[in-house]
DNA sequence: TTAGGGGTTTGAGGGGCGGT
DNA sequence: ACCGCCCCTCAAACCCCTAA
């Protein structure tokens, strides 16, 4: 495996460890590590003229971006002679995906759109767990019952996003797109899914691997910042 | 007839920030 | 320093539908 992708895995435990702490789905802790992880990812591939903005690395704060539409917070906004040029934002879901699928897309094109027709670069990777588990009914602010059998993500789900990915280049379609299938083992250890495991399409099996590939989306990803730059 | 798939709506809670 | 407000994210709650 490429050291890129030990790295992120490495994050990806941190980040699923504080996850897993009382009250860590709606605490920034959890987005911390990876933030991290993709910042100094990206910062390494440019020079020193570009910086960059986002929790984990300098003040730990995001950058307040004023969209088109409305303002928003960059996960990671990459900046060069102060000017925002080009943000990746990153979503990892680690429970009731099915539910949320359609929201979780919907949001990200609102959000493109309110970034790109800024003109500025706009990328968004996406971490998905091949089996998620749903939980139900909870009180307070516990974590609800989890049920029986996890949610196993399918083609379907993968669907809207390659269609996105395929589409012309309008405001609503980011620039780049990534997405990774992770699941845990039973120390809550992650791994890349082996995609011949679900009902994946020989195309969706191709485009998972290369499109979206982490490695792929770093490297497209410094392209579009020197693009934009 | 029930469990799960899939969709929409609601809101808990973290954290930032400004006022005092 | 502390409060209170507000914004945001992530799912929990709620819904309908279908297959077994």
Do not use: W
């Not at 929790?55 to 000017?83: C, M, Q, R």
């Amino acid at each position: 495996m490429s050291k890129i992708k030990q790295d992120f895995l490495v994050a990806i435990k941190k980040s699923f460890s504080a996850y897993n702490k009382k009250g860590g789905a709606r605490s920034t802790k959890k987005l911390v590590p990876i933030h991290k992880f993709l910042s100094k990812t990206i910062l390494k591939e440019l020079d020193r003229s570009f910086s960059i903005k986002s929790l984990g690395i300098g003040d730990g704060k995001e950058l307040k971006f004023y969209g088109k539409y409305y303002p928003k917070n960059l996960d990671i906004a990459v900046l060069k002679d102060n000017a925002a040029i080009a943000t990746t934002s990153f979503k990892f879901i680690t429970s009731n995906y099915k539910q949320n699928a359609n929201n979780y897309f919907e949001n990200l094109l609102g959000e493109t759109a309110n970034i790109r027709r800024r003109g500025i670069g706009f990328a968004h990777f996406l971490v998905l767990r091949g089996h998620t588990p749903y939980f139900s009914k909870n009180k307070g602010n516990l974590r609800g019952k989890e049920r029986k059998n996890p949610e196993i993500l399918n083609e379907r789900n993968l669907r809207k996003y390659i269609k996105l990915f395929q589409d012309l280049d309008f405001p609503h379609k980011p620039d780049l797109l990534g997405i990774c299938v992770l699941d845990f083992d039973e120390k809550r250890n992650p791994f890349f899914v082996n995609f011949d495991d679900f009902d994946f399409s020989d195309k969706t099996k191709d485009i998972l691997q290369d499109d979206f590939s982490l490695e792929n989306f770093i490297e497209k990803f410094i392209l579009l910042v020197k693009l934009k730059s």
